[in-house]
């Protein structure tokens, strides 16, 4: 049975940091593409970032130079580093495992197996 779980969410004032972890088990974490989506009120779920296993990744611009992904095969753990963070990064950030993560263009919902509950992150103004 697969499991993904996410943690580090929270609230934070804009300027801030928060990392984010998701720990994937019962899959064979180092063949998996690992992603970050998000959601915010009202808006539909986007890939922000992605990472192949391989190292390659992907940033959407809204996100690129701020955040940054990175993962831990042996751990079978997927981060994202968020810092100098703005009131429109406030969303449920999901992480996902699946099979596509290009390095020029958004990973796609329709690519990814597995989700998390999701971590809430809230930044303030």
């Known amino acids: 049975q697969v499991q993904v779980v996410e943690s580090g969410g929270g609230v934070v004032q804009a300027g801030g940091s928060l990392r984010l972890s998701c720990t994937a088990s019962g899959l064979a974490f180092d063949a998996y593409a690992m992603g970050w989506f998000r959601q915010a009120p009202g808006k539909e779920r986007e890939g922000i970032s992605c990472?192949?296993?391989?190292?390659?990744?992907y940033y959407r611009d809204s996100v690129k130079g701020r955040f940054t992904i990175s993962r831990d095969n042996a751990k079978n753990t997927l981060y994202l580093q968020m810092s100098s963070l703005k009131p429109e990064d406030t969303a449920m950030y999901y992480c996902?495992?699946?099979?596509?993560?290009?390095?020029?263009?958004?990973?796609?919902?329709?690519?990814?197996?597995?989700w998390g509950q999701g971590t809430q992150v809230t930044v303030s103004s």
């Open positions: 990472m192949r296993s391989s190292g390659k990744t």
């Open positions: 996902a495992a699946g099979r596509l993560c290009e390095t020029n263009w958004a990973p796609e919902l329709r690519y990814y197996n597995y």
